[in-house]
């Protein structure tokens, strides 16, 4: 989905649930001069662009060219690994591990079509890829009913989709990304977390970024096809 830089901001903002205010103090702005950048009036400064950048895990060329990322798409994947991890033992996934899954499938998706799934960015965090919106779309999704969190221990939260609420058509996510999305989640389904995370940390896109760090999906293209989910 493409939209005018201004529309974009905006919508980054809304989608993170961010007030006008509370953006304007993070890129060390007066709400009015915040407020004219929404409506087309006042263009960024470099500074202020690298912090939307930072500030929503959205690289500067996708800021450019005015791509959204598909945020509704990307919890839809949460639910599809969830439905595809389920039928064998409680269909508990670590959050960890779900988050890693994820990001395997929007990689894997633009090595072998040279775009993401969801358009999310990933950011390189001490526990491997995730994008910033991923506790916020767990938070909605267990809001909405439609997934469960058990704090097993302190250390570990496990998700789940609620099996009590009514199952809903995952309609953004075709059926070869369905595919992918099952291959990956067979191939990863009885491992440790700790083997997925020392798997994605041993690809390039991990390697070759700094600690926080947006990962540029080109990476992976560098990456021999086996290593690649």
Known sequence: MTKSLNQLIKSLREGKGMSQQELADRLDMARTSYILV????????????????????????????????????????????????????????????????IYLADFAWFYHKLESMSGMQYRRIPHGPVPDLYFRALDELEEEGKINRDNKKSDLILISENQGSKREKLNKIKKEEQDLIKKIAKKWKDKKTRE??????????????????????????????????
């Open 38 to 101: 929404e409506q087309g009036k006042r263009e960024l400064s470099l500074l202020e662009a690298q912090k939307i950048s930072n500030i929503f895990g959205i690289s500067l060329k996708d800021m450019e060219t005015g791509i959204m990322p598909n945020y509704e798409k990307y919890k839809e994947m949460i639910l599809s690994f969830l439905r595809s991890l389920g039928p064998s033992g409680d269909g508990k996934v670590p959050k960890t591990k779900l988050a890693k899954l």
């Open 196 to 229: 997925i995370v020392d798997f994605t940390h041993s690809q390039l896109p991990f390697k070759l970024c700094e600690p926080d760090e947006i990962i540029p999906y080109e990476l992976i293209i560098q990456e021999d096809i086996k290593y690649v989910y």
